[in-house]
């Protein structure tokens, strides 16, 4: 999946501000690639995902923080990794929680679920800030608060938020790796949804004593006491110190978005961009199920499988078996009577009479290769009996004993080979398919008699276990010697043998 190289905050960093309330074109954020894990870790990102650029102008003098972002996104799942480069490294220590930590080294992801960027954040945008060590807070526009005017990005801190965070220390700063649940943010991912993003940036020159209170926040509280406008003052009504904050924030504080300015909340200032990509149905189904969801979900897959690939063999089977059977019953039809007659009693018809060869004109000695062509040929249709009927006459002549394809041949005058041959032409199927059909056809037909027991009916078809006649009869019936025996009890429930 192609990704989208984002150096962007540089660009819009040389634009007058205003130009951000026009709308550009979405970005594409794609679908996440195969499996991502929150360890802090790039690699399992490759070169999956959008990528985007946070890069401050330079001041003279100044060291400057950079951060490069990628962003992908699963059914439930928006994931971020940011990259910081960082020559004045200072996360937050010990205690440090909440709102409070974007006062060190820190990243923030804005989300606006609606998509519709509006000037001031609603209920549907997100500010998510992340720690290097991995601590967070999540943050969400407030509708009360947005009824106050005085205040410019109208949020509160929402602690239930559950994400998966982790950070790590690099040698030129810091990455932090992430999973925000997209049903806590109250949004739907599929392709094409719109939302819109910030990223930022929070860069510190140095170390600090924390600050309860900086500029913005106090101005908002002027605001709300009447007092919009003036420099900062010392401001003790709610316990605040305005000098100490402003002068910190104005020392060390070096904050820069996508966006391309150093004040964030703004949704209508957020980039749009729109989801791409849908997930693999076996993806789907993992994200469904889960894991072991997915592995009984394959083991039924797979059983149903087998059974039905068993079904269809078993349907096959029958097919062969009705269709042999059937031209069986055609073939003794369409022969004379006599020598259907003489096919089913073992009997063997009277020679051809040879004809009559004059004294005088003795037949020469056929070559031996003429010789053995006409012993192999089959009969064609005028010339005597048809072979696939001499067979059946010769496994109804040895019945009872356990005859091999063969054998069987060999009874014939003919080699396996033509045997197979002809047979697989004439009637479909092979020599020992040809014995199994005439035994198993005799057998249902002496069963459905009543006149024998299921012992002596395998003894007559060549089966000396009663239990393994049992076992092949079953197999190639579908149903139980008994229960032929059983029909022919009951006439009006009697099958027909073919």
């Known amino acids: 999946m192609a990704s989208n190289t984002l150096p962007i905050a540089v660009l819009l960093a040389t634009l007058p501000v205003a130009a951000a309330a026009a709308t550009p074109s979405p970005l594409g954020l794609p679908h996440r690639p195969p499996r991502l894990v929150v360890d802090g870790d790039a690699a399992d990102w490759r070169d999956a995902g959008a990528r985007f650029a946070i890069a401050r102008p330079a001041a003279p003098g100044e060291p400057a923080a950079r951060a490069a972002v990628r962003l992908a996104w699963d059914r439930s799942t928006l994931w971020a990794l940011f990259e910081v480069e960082d020559p004045t490294f200072h996360p937050p220590p010990a205690g440090i929680a909440g709102a409070e930590l974007f006062q060190w080294d820190s990243v923030e992801l804005y989300l606006d679920g609606g998509g519709d960027r509006t000037a001031r954040m609603g209920a549907d945008d ?3 800030l992340l720690a290097p060590d991995g601590r967070y807070a999540v ?4 509708p009360l608060l947005l009824e106050l005017e005085a205040l410019d990005v109208p949020k509160r801190e929402r602690p239930a938020i559950a994400l998966a965070v982790a950070g790590r220390r690099t040698a ?11 049903a806590a943010l109250g949004v739907t991912p599929h392709a094409g949804a719109g939302l819109a993003i910030d990223l930022g940036l929070n860069d510190w020159l140095a170390d600090h004593p924390l600050a309860r209170q900086l500029r913005f926040d106090l101005e908002a509280v002027r605001k709300l006491d009447g007092r919009a406008t003036g420099p900062p003052v010392e401001y003790t009504n709610h316990g605040l110190a305005a000098d100490p904050a402003a002068e910190l924030e104005r020392r060390l504080y070096r904050p820069w978005s996508l966006a391309g300015t150093d004040d964030f909340g703004h949704p209508q200032r957020w980039l749009p961009i729109a989801l791409t990509g849908a997930p693999s149905l076996a993806e789907r189904w993992v994200e469904t199920l ?15 499988l087998v059974v039905g690939l068993l079904g269809i063999e078993e349907w096959r089977h029958r097919r062969r078996i009705a269709a042999l059977l059937a031209r069986l019953a055609a073939l003794e039809a369409a022969s004379a009577p006599a020598q259907a007659a003489a ?8 020679p051809a009479a040879a004809p009559a060869v004059p004294p005088s004109a003795p037949a020469p000695p056929a070559p031996l290769a003429w010789l053995e062509h006409a012993v192999e040929r089959p009969p064609s249709a005028g010339g005597g009996e048809r072979l696939e009927l001499k067979a059946v006459r010769a496994i109804h002549a040895r019945l ?14 003919v080699s396996l080979r ?19 059909a005439v035994k198993m056809r005799e057998a249902r037909r002496l069963l459905e008699t009543g006149e024998l ?4 009916v395998a003894h007559r078809v060549g089966y000396d276990d009663p239990a393994h006649f049992s076992r092949r009869f079953k197999a190639y019936f579908g149903l139980a010697p008994v229960v032929a025996v059983e029909s022919a009890r009951r006439p009006d429930e009697r099958s027909s043998v073919a």
Do not use: K, M
């Open 126 to 128: 997100f500010q998510v």
């Open 453 to 456: 027991q299921v012992q002596q």
């Open 139 to 142: 943050l969400q526009g407030d």
């Open 290 to 304: 889960g894991p072991g969801g997915t592995i009984a979900g394959g083991a039924l897959t797979t059983l149903a």
């Open 400 to 413: 009872g004993e356990t005859l091999a394809p063969g054998e069987l041949a060999g009874a014939l005058f």
């Open 343 to 350: 096919a089913l009693a073992g009997a063997t018809p009277p």
């Open 172 to 182: 030129g700063g810091y990455r932090v790796e992430c999973a925000i649940p997209f």
């Open 418 to 436: 033509s045997l197979q041959r002809h047979l697989g032409e004439a009637l479909g199927c092979s020599p020992g398919e040809l014995i199994l």
